[in-house]
């Protein structure tokens, strides 16, 4: 047993300070910048202004939908809604978790019904939200079948949030 003051007491009190001074001088731990929590791709636009790209949903009673979308006009005001504050809304919607993929893009959207042709949405503005993998489940229908789709396709209002739909793709 060594005895108080012995060289092995000496140089463990001398470790501890040397701890305790180096800690002090390092100042308090930097904030690390917050790393996103999922994979967000950012869908370019079509290469021209007016070009449309055709695309059928399902929408949650079992109709079928074609949407068109389009680039919004060059010189466009900023959205009050930005890309992640849309993206949150739409999980929130689906009760997702925040590592669920996703595609995003800002787009003209039109919705005409297939059957009936009727227009649903004509060129509006919305933060175009693709979850691939999200299964979409619609309403069950008369025939006894759950019309489903692999992914989950939401438009959120880029002015205050709100969601303008939910399809299945």
């Not at 299964?135 to 006894?144: K, L």
């Amino acid at each position: 047993m060594a005895r108080p003051g012995s060289p092995g007491d000496v140089v463990a009190a001398l470790a501890v300070v040397a701890v305790l001074v180096l800690g002090a001088c390092a100042g308090p731990a930097q904030p690390t910048a917050p790393q996103p929590a999922a994979s967000v791709a950012v869908a370019q636009p079509a290469a021209e202004a007016g070009a449309a790209e055709p695309l059928t949903a399902l929408r949650r009673d079992g109709t079928m939908v074609e949407l068109r979308l389009e680039p919004p006009p060059g010189g466009s005001a900023a959205p009050a809604v930005d890309l992640d504050q849309a993206i949150a809304a739409a999980r929130e919607r689906l009760g997702l978790v925040a590592d669920a993929p996703v595609t995003a893009r800002e787009a003209l959207l039109t919705v005409r019904g297939l059957a009936d042709g009727a227009l649903r949405a004509d060129r509006r503005w919305v933060w175009l939200l693709r979850f691939e993998g999200t299964a979409f489940v619609g309403d069950p229908c008369s025939c006894g079948e759950t019309p489903t789709r692999p992914s989950t396709l939401v438009a959120v209002d880029p002015t205050d949030g709100a969601i303008v739909a939910t399809l299945g793709v």
